[in-house]
Each structure stands twice: as structure tokens, then as C-alpha cells.
């Protein structure tokens, strides 16, 4: 089983719609998760990080469920601009490195 | 933020050759990560470079193949050995970021091996 798993789109959605992307990892010893954005043929950059209490940075919303072992990430009122992949990261405890997921393609339609 | 450049941006190699690639920040880190990307998919760790000590590579990569040196703070470099078309990817390095555990990538080397 991959470490992480992501469905892989792709989204179309509408400007002003909200859309939710969802990401399941497979070690219960993960201690760290984050959302990263990858616009096309450019390197991957920081979206937000993930909290246990979940957390809100203007339109995007990350949650954390540790009993199923899956973070999700909700855009409210989606721009063009949010058009790209965004990647599913865990760190499990004790590592450094980080466990991409395959990310998922969001299209916004004008 | 680490500002990150890598050079070359882009190669089209033979295969049987090698290519060296280049990792520069503009400030002092204590890690340096390389990752590979291939086509389609997303990014698997090659191997961690920690200055002064050999690289740590992760499951699947060898030292002969990707030998990696990391002379100082703020350079690594990442050779890919006697390509064969599957090396056709591209290669990012990585130093930690701010937060615990966050990490600013380079802009990527796009290499094809023909």
C-alpha cells in the first residue's frame, strides 16, 4: 500500500465554486501533514501546514482526522489562480524526509 | 524563504553518459534533500546530504548510481550515473524551510536521456 494516497483528479470546477480534496496515509505513526501546491512545470511550494485542531488560512481549510488516517483540504470560492496539483505531504515520526502523495489536478473554469 | 537555483535547468543526455547538477542556496542550511520526479508522478526522495558526512540514500538508490556531494552549507551536487532512458525525470533539491518540517524546493532539472 502507498504511503499516501490521493485521488488524482482531475477537477473541473467553475469559478466561485467550493471544492473539497481528500488523502489517506497509510502509517498510524505519521506525525506530520501538509498540503503543497505544484503548478505546472514548476517546483512544488508550501500550502499550508496541517493541525490536529484543523486550520484556516483565508479560503483554504485544512482538516486532520487521525482515527481514519486522512487529511482533507477545502477551497471556498475558487479563483483561476487555483488552478494546479496540489500534493498530499506526511512525515512519519522519527524521519526527516517527506512522503509526497500523487496530488490532486484542480481546473477553474471562467 | 531559502532562495534555491540548480543548474542546468534542462539536458537531453545519451544514455551510457552522466550528468552532474548543481544545488545552490542563498543561506547556511544543515540539510539538503534531493528528489526525483517522473513523469506523471510525484516526488520520491532520493537521498539526504548533510554536510561533511556521506549522504543518507533512501530504499530503491545507490551510491554509485547518484553519488552526491555536499562540499559546504550551501552547495550539493547530484550526479546521475550511466543513464538509461528511465532516468528521464526531474531531479529537485530541497532544504528545510521555516517551520518544522517544511521545505522549499529548487525549480527542478528537467533531464532526458535519449
Known amino acids: 500500500r502507498k504511503e499516501v494516497e490521493q485521488d488524482p483528479g482531475p477537477f473541473n470546477v467553475p469559478e466561485g465554486a467550493t471544492v473539497a480534496f481528500n488523502c489517506t496515509y497509510s502509517n498510524s505513526a505519521s506525525q506530520s501533514f501538509f498540503w503543497y501546491r505544484q503548478d505546472c512545470r514548476k517546483e512544488p511550494k508550501l500550502l499550508m501546514s496541517?493541525?490536529?485542531s484543523g486550520n484556516e488560512d483565508g479560503r483554504f481549510t485544512a482538516q486532520l482526522n487521525r482515527a481514519s488516517q486522512y487529511i482533507s483540504l477545502l477551497i471556498r470560492d475558487s479563483k483561476l489562480s487555483d488552478s494546479a496539483t496540489y500534493l498530499c505531504?506526511?512525515?512519519?515520526?522519527?524521519?526527516?524526509?517527506?512522503?509526497f502523495g500523487t496530488g490532486t489536478r484542480l481546473t477553474v473554469i471562467p | 524563504s531559502a532562495v534555491i537555483s540548480q543548474k542546468p535547468s534542462r539536458d537531453i543526455c545519451q544514455r551510457g553518459t552522466s550528468l552532474t547538477i548543481q544545488c545552490q542556496v542563498d543561506s547556511q542550511v544543515t540539510m539538503m534533500f534531493w528528489y526525483r520526479q517522473q513523469p506523471g508522478q510525484s516526488l520520491t526522495l532520493i537521498a539526504t546530504a548533510n554536510q561533511g558526512s556521506e549522504a543518507t540514500y533512501e530504499s530503491g538508490f545507490v551510491i554509485d548510481k547518484f553519488p552526491i556531494s555536499r562540499p559546504n552549507l550551501t552547495f550539493s551536487t547530484l550526479t546521475v550515473s550511466n543513464m538509461s532512458p528511465e532516468d528521464s525525470s526531474i531531479y529537485l533539491c530541497?532544504?528545510?524551510?521555516?517551520?518544522?518540517?517544511?521545505?522549499?524546493f529548487g525549480p527542478g532539472t528537467r533531464l532526458t536521456v535519449t
Open positions: 496541517v493541525y490536529s
Open positions: 530541497s532544504v528545510e524551510g521555516g517551520q518544522a518540517y517544511e521545505q522549499y
Open positions: 505531504v506526511v512525515i512519519r515520526t522519527g524521519a526527516n524526509n517527506l512522503f
